[in-house]
């Protein structure tokens, strides 16, 4: 250290800082840990549907359309759930009870399965749909540069008197609130347009195959500037949030004790625990749930529709990576497709992607034109 110098931060001040963020890390792994648990038996929940379905489906030949007609008299009919701000509030409490029904579950699956792969209505959309929920899992996990710039121009914020801690309690509940809301406004958009489809249709059709193009469209002009990985960027924000709440209260508990002047009111700590709580059990419950299911009807799949060594493979094969491509490699891609886990459902597809672009490798021009996107 020079002459006339100091350091920005002491010795000990760096120690716990260092202890923090250690405390920080721990307590936003848990509550991810816990947020995916429970949000995934939530989802499992929907398992019971998915194999109905599919049972119906292998005994029909085709799935009995009485749900998506219900989907629509609940989501659709009547004049004044057209009203943008009835719509809204009607999304808004929505989402805390009965936020996805059986008949919500089986007109989005029917409209995923039609846009994306019509020729195998058996499609495991229900496991496909958990696998893409554990690769977002990964994202959500993580630590981004933006997160700890928030947190460094919040400590610079927090000023006495300003009880700054207190009011940032509330910034999760209601960006998750909001979220949720989005979310079910997003099914009843998809509602609305299904119903319109109908009414536009110049006689009711009468058969069954007919009535199957009467369905929800997924689209990315749904979500927020088209882009459904916001809605991620949201949810991982708002769990890091509640992560950097709790943390710094144990952390001043732990260090400074209870009675500590940075602790403020016994009122405020009450609150901001309560708060905390809040938005664990409505993110794991209600959010979460409901983002596994909602944004699967963006434009095109996720990355989690093949296994990720099949992923790759296309991803090193669309760079150009494998221009020179044997028969002998073509052959190998095949059967790892064949591997993939969905039991054979997807693999048809992943062949055909590979047989239809064999001949012509070298002019694939970019990633983008694969049927799959990474959040």
Same mark, same amino acid.
């Given at each position: ?7 920005l ?11 923090f ?18 949000g ?13 379905i ?71 959309f ?17 630590? %981004?540069?933006?997160?700890?710039? &928030?947190?460094? +121009?919040? *400590? #610079? @914020?927090? $000023?006495?008197?300003w009880? %700054?801690?207190?009011?940032?309690? &509330?910034?999760? +509940?209601? *960006? #998750? @609130?909001? $979220? ?24 009711v ?99 989690g ?9 296309f ?5 150009g ?55």
């Amino acid at each position: 250290m020079e002459k006339g110098k100091v350091p920005l931060l002491s010795l000990e001040a760096l120690h716990q800082l260092h202890i923090f963020i250690f405390v920080l890390a721990v307590v936003h792994v848990i509550f991810c840990v816990s947020t995916m648990f429970l949000g995934g038996v939530r989802i499992r929940q929907w398992k019971v549907w998915e194999d109905s379905i599919r049972q119906e489906i292998s005994v029909r030949g085709n799935m009995n359309m009485n749900m998506n007609n219900e989907f629509l008299k609940q989501r659709a009919q009547g004049y004044w759930r057209k009203a943008a701000v009835v719509s809204w509030m009607i999304s808004f409490f929505k989402q805390f009870r009965g936020s996805v029904t059986k008949s919500d579950y089986t007109a989005l699956r029917l409209g995923f399965i039609k846009e994306h792969c019509p020729q195998n209505p058996i499609f495991d959309f229900h496991k496909y749909m958990v696998r893409t929920l554990e690769v977002d899992f990964k994202k959500v996990v993580g630590i %981004s540069w933006y997160l700890w710039l &928030f947190v460094v +121009v919040f *400590l #610079l @914020l927090n $000023v006495a008197g300003w009880h %700054s801690y207190f009011w940032l309690s &509330f910034l999760p +509940v209601i *960006l #998750l @609130l909001f $979220v949720g809301a989005k979310l079910e406004h997003i099914i009843t958009r998809l509602a609305h347009e299904a119903q319109a489809q109908q009414e536009q249709s110049p006689v009711v059709e009468k058969n069954t195959k007919d009535r199957e193009g009467t369905r929800v469209k997924p689209s990315d002009k749904h979500f927020w500037f088209s882009r459904p990985a916001l809605v991620l960027d949201l949810i991982h924000f708002i769990l890091f949030q509640n992560s950097f709440e709790i943390a710094f209260f144990f952390w001043i508990l732990c260090t400074y004790g209870f009675n500590s002047c940075i602790m403020e009111k016994p009122g405020f700590i009450i609150t901001r625990l309560v708060m905390g709580v809040i938005v664990q059990v409505l993110c794991s419950y209600c959010t979460m749930p409901l983002y596994a299911l909602v944004t699967q009807m963006g434009s095109a799949f996720k990355s989690g529709m093949f296994e990720e060594h099949v992923e790759s493979l296309f991803k090193h094969w669309a760079k150009g990576k494998h221009s020179d491509q044997t028969v002998e490699s073509q052959i190998q891609m095949q059967k790892m497709a064949k591997e993939s886990p969905q039991n054979g459902q997807i693999s048809e597809q992943a062949i055909v992607v590979i047989e239809e672009t064999s001949t012509s490798i070298t002019e694939l021009p970019s990633l983008a034109q694969l049927p799959f996107t990474s959040f």
